[in-house]
């Protein structure tokens, strides 16, 4: 990203794309996980699409930033389950 000879990259669905949390080199990546079990990449000057099962062929900050996403992903998804299933039980 930083390369000066790199042509600007279009982040469709920029709202998507979350930064990389990191006080290292990879502080300016950004990814956003893909509706089909894919993770998208834009690092150093580069874009590329990975399955989510070869999250650990990345680099240890991005594959980090993202397993936390999930996590944090199905953590919501169980609180939803839990309150809905508490609301149907009351009824």
């Known amino acids: 990203m930083s390369d000066s000879n790199a042509d600007p990259v279009s982040l469709d669905g920029s709202k998507h794309w979350?930064?990389?949390?990191?006080d290292g080199?990879?502080?300016?990546c950004l990814y956003r996980l893909m509706g089909?079990?894919?993770v998208e990449v834009l690092a150093l000057g580069a874009r590329v699409v990975v399955p989510i099962?070869?999250?650990?062929?990345?680099?240890?900050?991005?594959?980090?930033?993202?397993?936390?996403?999930?996590?944090?992903?199905?953590?919501?998804?169980?609180?939803?389950t839990a309150n809905s299933t508490r609301a149907e039980e009351e009824l």
């Open 53 to 80: 099962n070869a999250l650990p062929l990345l680099p240890e900050p991005i594959a980090r930033a993202v397993l936390t996403e999930l996590a944090e992903r199905a953590t919501s998804e169980l609180r939803r």
């Open 36 to 38: 089909d079990g894919q």
């Open 25 to 28: 080199r990879y502080s300016g």
């Open 18 to 22: 979350r930064r990389v949390e990191d």
